[in-house]
């Protein structure tokens, strides 16, 4: 302990705050986090990263004050962080970024799919060269060309900027292996989840109207949400994407492949339950997936019994209908996260395409959840687990406590590397 914490600690009437030495040798009990996130607003995982780490700080730093560095909160996102975090300070415009960079004493890049905020990383180090730290990323050979027996440029830039920083959580195991055997030599380099997993955004009215008006019972019904291989952005005005042929090609040749198995799945569940199934999207390219692949290649007799989600929603009311249904299932990643945090059972459907981001099921307990569709023996098995899914709550229910307390245990730890982070 230093001499001006010891002064301070004498001088304290009660139980001392911690006592923080930051990087620029000022002394403060809060000590101030720059959380560097939110990548998009037209998929709800993506948004869920977000409230996701502003909540495991919140539980676990508490003493640190958090500001967010976004890349983009509109279509009402800033209003529902808002909601939830009313005090956050959202960092936007080049002033108020390099007001932050100023005050903040340590930058912490959010969980995604990536590196997503490399440059900015890199600008932070070079403009500040206070400490930064990587929480819940995928790190993978697909996006970073990392077959390659020794890494190009871009790779091994990296490479370096992850090496630099005080810890890098991966969000599930292969990604680890990955950069360790690339050559990443992070002080800390450990398995952390994807931060959507605490995420505990609600808007229950409007789940409950929903629900309500579709003519679904809480409990009596079960989520299922197909996908594309690659999510065609094109067909999204506002991303102002051109149209990848080779990838819309790739889509077209193994949309009946991938979305069969959700088909008779569904169709198992009708057969076999009193559950009605709801179409409902991760992202706002999938309502047309669902009405094409799913809802209108059903029986006529099956689909009084499926619903059709036909608009986009955002992650508080997904969250809050998931909350009501039975489980989950399909080719998506983030909406499972987020049941698996919120005490729903939920089942991955995954492919290469997907990266190695999958994979964290098995990093969390639930192996016999997770579903490789480039296998078909693997696209057989899932009506049979659907249905043992929602046959058997009780059970169901056990297997997602385990999978959280694994969750919740490494939330707490690595939460505890960053405050370790944070003192000097």
């Known amino acids: 302990m230093n001499r001006r914490c010891f002064l301070n600690n004498l001088l304290a009437t009660s139980i001392a705050a911690p006592c923080w030495n930051h990087v620029r040798g000022s002394h403060t009990s809060k000590p101030k986090v720059l959380l560097r996130s939110s990548w998009q607003t037209v998929n709800i995982g993506d948004i869920a990263h977000t409230p996701g780490v502003l909540t495991i700080l919140e539980k676990y730093l508490p003493e640190a004050e958090v500001q967010l560095w976004p890349m983009r909160v509109d279509n009402g996102v800033e209003e529902m962080l808002r909601k939830r975090f009313p005090s956050l300070a959202i960092v936007q415009g080049n002033d108020a970024v390099a007001r932050a960079m100023e005050e903040c004493d340590f930058l912490l890049h959010g969980s995604g799919p990536s590196l997503v905020a490399q440059r900015d990383i890199e600008k932070w180090s070079s403009l500040t060269g206070k400490p930064y730290g990587v929480y819940g990323i995928t790190f993978s050979a697909q996006e970073s060309s990392a077959t390659r027996p020794t890494p190009n440029d871009a790779l091994q830039k990296t ?88 990838k819309h090609a790739r889509n077209e040749a193994m949309k009946d492949q991938d979305c069969k198995p959700l088909r008779e799945a569904i169709l198992t569940v009708l057969g076999n339950s009193k559950l009605k199934v709801l179409l409902c999207p991760e992202d706002r390219t999938q309502m047309a997936v669902a009405k094409e692949m799913i809802y209108d290649a059903l029986p006529d007799a099956a689909k009084s019994r499926v619903v059709w989600r036909q608009q986009y929603w955002l992650t508080d009311e997904a969250i809050s209908t998931y909350r009501m249904s039975a489980g989950l299932f399909g080719h998506e990643m983030h909406s499972p996260i987020m049941c698996i945090g919120n005490g729903v059972p939920a089942i991955v459907c995954r492919w290469a395409e997907q990266t190695s981001k999958g994979l964290m099921w098995r990093d969390i307990g639930l192996d016999d959840w997770l579903f490789d569709f480039d296998r078909e023996s693997e696209r057989r098995k899932l009506a049979l687990a659907v249905l043992s899914m929602i046959s058997d709550p009780a059970a169901a229910k056990n297997r997602v406590l385990r999978a959280q307390k694994i969750v919740t245990d490494s939330q707490k730890a690595t939460m505890q590397i960053l405050k370790k982070s944070l003192m000097v």
């Not at 996908?227 to 080779?246: G, H, N, Q």
């Open 159 to 246: 490479l370096d900027v992850l090496s630099a920083a005080k810890f890098v959580f991966f969000r599930d195991s292969v990604s680890l292996e990955l950069a360790k055997r690339m050559g990443c030599v992070c002080p800390t380099m450990e398995f952390g989840p994807d931060g959507a997993f605490a995420v505990d955004l609600e808007d229950a009215a409007s789940a409950k109207e929903f629900i309500r008006a579709n003519k679904l019972v809480e409990g009596e019904f079960v989520c299922c949400i197909p996908r594309l291989r690659f999510t065609p952005y094109w067909t999204i005005p506002e991303k102002k994407v051109a149209k990848d042929e080779s």
